[in-house]
């Protein structure tokens, strides 16, 4: 009976339905980009929700929100959602941004250090 019950435990350990598989949270262009800034000083990053997973393995820098884990979501959400500066601003100051990535070009009045395909900002 132990042997049955271990056998059924595990014997549908690698199956399972196809909208349960590994999703990919960020592409080449975001995995150079977060190599780019992980180059730079150590600072606070804002960056899609999903590209948000990725910030930290890959730059030990702190995001300010990520889509399941830490920080603020909601932050993150209103920052790509407006694109009225001031409001923008307001966010990466309350938060302590260093750096924004976006996956288009901001028009704010921000340094843009990265431009290849995703966009890197520092906030001055």
Not at 53 to 74: D, K, L, M
Not at 76 to 103: G, T
């Amino acid at each position: 009976i132990i042997t049955l019950t271990i056998i059924f435990m595990f014997s549908f350990y690698f199956s399972h339905p196809p909208n349960l598989g590994i999703y990919k949270t960020i592409d080449n262009y975001d995995y150079n980009a977060l190599k780019f800034i992980s180059k730079n000083e150590n600072g606070i990053v804002l960056s899609p929700l999903l590209v948000s997973e990725a910030v930290f393995p890959i730059t030990h820098f702190e995001t300010v929100g990520t889509i399941y884990f830490s920080g603020n979501r909601t932050e993150v959400e209103n920052f790509y959602i407006n694109s009225d500066c001031k409001e923008q601003n307001e966010i990466l100051k309350r938060n302590n941004v260093k750096y924004v990535l976006s996956k288009t070009r901001l028009e704010c009045n921000w340094t843009n250090i990265y431009d290849e395909k995703d966009f890197v900002y520092m906030v001055d």
